[in-house]
Nanobody
Framework: QVRLVESGGGLVQAGGSLRLSCVAS????????MGWFRQAPGKEREFVAA????????YIASFVEGRFAFSRDNGENAVYLQMNSLKPEDTAVYFC?????????????????WGQGTQVTVSS
């Protein structure tokens, strides 16, 4: 059974930082591209970042570029989303996702497995 478990969310003031983690089990992690998406209340889920199987290729949404960084540790079956200079509009539930595509992109349909999400709240 594939499981993706996110952690690291919480409440932070604007300008602060958080580091989200996602640990995967039940799959050959190094063969999966990974992604982060987010969903704010009343809004559709949106793409945040993606990373290829080796970690050398990343794809960051323009609205977080320069503030967020995506990395992976295949030895730990984990991916990380470092979020800096957080803004109130970053408030959302953040979801980790796994794709059988080696270099997945922004389309949620490319992803085969999803975590339950972790809440990030940024206060002004």
């Amino acid at each position: 059974q594939v499981r993706l478990v996110e952690s690291g969310g919480g409440l932070v003031q604007a300008g602060g930082s958080l580091r989200l983690s996602c640990v995967a089990s039940g799959l050959s992690f190094s063969l999966y591209g990974m992604g982060w998406f987010r969903q704010a209340p009343g809004k559709e889920r949106e793409f945040v970042a993606a990373i290829g199987t080796s970690g050398s290729t990343t794809y960051i949404a323009s609205f977080v570029e320069g503030r967020f960084a995506f990395s992976r540790d295949n030895g730990e079956n984990a991916v990380y989303l470092q979020m800096n200079s957080l803004k109130p509009e970053d408030t959302a539930v953040y979801f980790c996702a796994a794709s059988q595509t080696s270099r997945p992109g922004y389309n949620s349909r490319e992803y085969d497995y999803w975590g339950q999400g972790t809440q990030v709240t940024v206060s002004s």
